[in-house]
């Protein structure tokens, strides 16, 4: 019953390889998937959060205003870190919940946590295994322009925001390339999961 991590900077091609350890049978946790779900209307994450930032990070329906709030902390680290406070003890222990119900349901699952702010936030829990998705900046903010729209400065901003890519292989236990092709990349997540198999 192994957990994995999976983590890699913004356009890295995490899900790419999320998806195809899904296809191998595992279970994958996305971490941005329990940000949004403890910060749902009335929880009471997103109370604090209104509490610490102002009403103004609520839209009018009472949910969160994700641009509102990205702008809000985005570049100030204070601000960042107060938000981190609140946010980041509530994902680890619904992230902890969905591991336990992973492993409750199949004794034998193999739980992959897909999660960008590892270095950052959780680099320090029992992994089984640290799997990092890699890709040259460059090629990363081509990605976010042609893929997400966004604009050439926007995008080298977002990379800029981040840890360092050195940061992320400095604790890899495997290292996935996605600067090459689609099958490539492919190829080398089902060598990985072969490893993981050998954990079991």
């Not at 570049?75 to 960042?80: I, N, Q, R, S």
């Not at 090629?139 to 890519?165: C, F, K, S, Y």
């Not at 050195?166 to 236990?173: T, Y």
Request: proline content about 4%; charged content about 25%.
């Amino acid at each position: 019953m192994p957990l994995i991590a999976l983590t890699g900077g913004i356009a890295s091609g995490k899900s790419t390889i999320a998806s195809r350890l899904a296809e191998h049978g595992a279970v994958i946790v996305d971490a941005d998937q329990i940000v949004r779900d403890v910060q749902t209307a009335g929880s009471p994450v997103l109370d604090e959060i209104a509490a610490e930032f102002g009403d103004r990070m609520l839209l009018p329906d009472g949910s969160l205003d994700r641009a509102a709030l990205g702008a809000r902390v985005f570049g100030d680290e204070t601000a960042l870190a107060r938000l981190n406070g609140i946010v980041h003890p509530a994902v680890k222990a619904e992230s902890a919940h969905r591991f336990a119900a992973a492993f409750a349901a199949d004794g034998d699952a193999v739980v992959v946590y897909d999660v960008p702010l590892l270095v950052e936030a959780r680099v320090d829990d029992p992994w089984d295994l640290i799997i990092v998705a890699d890709a040259p900046a460059e090629l990363r903010v081509e990605r976010l322009v042609e893929l997400r729209g966004m604009t050439r400065e926007a995008a080298q901003a977002r990379i800029a925001a981040q840890v360092p890519d050195a940061a992320r292989r400095a604790i890899a236990d495997i290292v996935i390339d996605t600067a090459g092709t689609l099958e490539q990349t492919l190829e080398q997540v089902d060598q990985a999961w072969e490893r993981i198999a050998a954990c079991q």
